[in-house]
Nanobody, 114 residues
Framework: VQLQASGGGSVQTEDSLRLSCGAS????????VGWFRQAPGKEREGVSC???????SYRDSVKGRFVVSRDVAKDTVYLQMNSLKPEDTAIYYC?????????WGQGTLVTVSS
């Protein structure tokens, strides 16, 4: 199983980015998918999650700005990030737990400058 996170980049404050998470060896439509991030010098933290039933959750600091969604036809999960702030700067990872195993994407860097 491999997860691939993509879509990061360098943007200005208040800009938007959309991250994508795809997988090989696993059907994302059938599982909950989480987005995590790790800022320099900080621990990895959960950002958002979408369940196999479409239920979504967000950490408080991104509520109202980030939206997690699925494209069932493409078996892809997205994280739409709007109104980005410098404190959103981090490497973003998608995550799946399946068959008792944790799977992480390779991470995609998001840099937000003021």
């Amino acid at each position: 199983v491999q997860l691939q996170a993509s879509g990061g980049g360098s943007v200005q404050t208040e800009d938007s980015l959309r991250l994508s998470c795809g997988a090989s060896g696993l059907i994302l439509n059938n599982v909950a998918v989480g987005w995590f991030r790790q800022a320099p010098g900080k621990e990895r933290e959960g950002v958002s999650c979408i369940g196999s039933n479409g239920f979504t959750s967000y950490r408080d600091s991104v509520k109202g700005r980030f939206v997690v969604s699925r494209d069932v036809a493409k078996d892809t999960v997205y994280l739409q990030m709007n109104s980005l702030k410098p404190e959103d700067t981090a490497i973003y990872y998608c995550y799946v737990r399946r068959w008792g195993t944790d799977f992480w994407g390779q991470g995609t860097l998001v840099t937000v400058s003021s």
